[in-house]
């Protein structure tokens, strides 16, 4: 994994690429937080510095969804118009991307295709994450498939009401922590992710990253990209 200012990177298994933005590359949001105005510029920054065609990002709206990006719909940090908590593509050139200021963002990664998810309690709930392993199954066939956890809200940090322990089938555990890395990595194996990885970092406590917990409305969005290289 390299690190540089701005972002974490490193090889996806299958030979693609996944970056983790942290907050000196600017909010990437084109409606939250702090200076989002300047969201497009900072996401064509971004896809210029990857050497991509295009930035494929949606609307999210803490759903299923994974769209499957068949053809290049746009250019630069143009998004799409329709909703969606994840992206797949087998297309080279294109970036699958999705932000995130304490939900989880998730890269997935086999030969000839790549996704990138955004998963907080609600779609870890809906089934994001399995989703977003059927979208590279669709894409590439029976390849093993691999996984790296960005970061997002840690345990240390992340405490919740009995909804959510509810609605994540936690009701046994602990009353106020939730621990969404370790929720994730067992979805992940239970969808037959072969091998799982994390980048660490809290996003609550950590102030590399933006968080909505610590910062509210002023909170801008870091991005999750996942591309073929």
């Known amino acids: 994994m390299s690190s540089a200012e701005g972002e974490l990177e490193l090889t996806l298994p299958g030979g693609g690429r996944a970056l983790f933005t942290t907050r000196t590359a600017g909010n990437l949001s084109l409606s939250a ?12 920054e971004l896809c210029e510095s ?8 949606s609307p999210q ?6 769209q499957r990006v068949r053809e290049v719909g746009g250019s630069r940090g143009r998004p799409c118009a329709a909703s969606a908590d994840g992206h797949a593509t087998a297309l080279r ?8 200021a304490d939900c989880l963002p998730v890269a997935l990664g ?5 996704a990138m998810v955004h998963a907080g309690w609600r779609g870890l709930a809906a089934g994001v ?6 979208a590279l199954r ?18 240390c940090c992340y405490e919740v009401g009995p909804e959510v322990q509810r ?19 067992e979805r992940l194996r239970g969808a037959g992710v072969d091998h799982v990885l994390d980048v660490r970092g809290c996003t609550i406590c950590d102030p590399r990253f933006f968080s909505h917990r610590r910062e509210g409305s002023r909170a801008g969005r870091q991005a999750g990209v996942a591309w073929l290289s």
Do not use: F, K, Y
């Open 167 to 185: 609605a994540l089938g936690l009701v046994s555990r602990d009353a106020r922590h939730v621990d969404l890395r370790a929720i994730a990595h």
């Open 61 to 66: 709206v803490h759903g299923r969804r994974v």
């Open 129 to 134: 994450l399995e989703e977003g392993v059927l």
């Open 110 to 114: 086999c030969a000839g295709a790549v």
């Open 33 to 44: 937080g702090a200076e989002h105005e300047r969201g497009l510029e900072r996401r064509e």
């Open 93 to 100: 050139g294109v970036g699958t991307m999705v932000l995130a």
């Open 50 to 57: 990857l050497g991509l065609q295009w930035l494929c990002a």
């Open 138 to 155: 669709e894409l590439a066939g029976e390849e093993t498939i691999g996984a790296v956890v960005g970061p997002g809200a840690g345990v």
